[in-house]
């Protein structure tokens, strides 16, 4: 088992900035990739990053050039920096992570982007 436990969500303003992190503990050997997920309020939960245990990094076209993920592979854990944030990524943000064939994720953290 592995359980993710998310941090840095909260009130922002529209063209501010957050950083959300996400902690990896348990069977954390073999995690392959990492990321972040989304889910609007009536809306389905959306790929936003995700970044290999290489490097690797895959963006929602709605983020890029705004949102940077990032990875510490030795400490198992994988960040989200959100700048020019706008009132639509206000969602419930998820860390995720594969290991094998397996998928697990954190509870969610609340962004919220309102002047």
């Known amino acids: 088992q592995v359980q993710l436990v998310e941090s840095g969500g909260g009130l922002v303003q529209p063209g501010g900035s957050l950083r959300l992190s996400c902690a990896a503990s348990?069977?954390?050997?073999?995690?392959?990739?990492m990321g972040w997920y989304r889910q609007a309020p009536t809306k389905q939960r959306e790929l936003v990053a995700t970044i290999t245990s290489g490097g690797y990094t895959n963006y929602a076209d709605s983020v890029k050039g705004r949102f940077t993920i990032s990875r510490d592979n030795a400490k198992k854990t994988v960040s989200l920096e959100m700048n020019s944030l706008k009132p639509e990524d206000t969602a419930v943000y998820y860390c995720?992570?594969?290991?094998?064939?397996?998928?697990?994720w954190g509870q969610g953290t609340q962004v919220n982007v309102s002047s």
């Open positions: 348990g069977s954390i050997n073999s995690i392959h990739t």
């Open positions: 995720n992570a594969w290991r094998y064939e397996y998928q697990y």
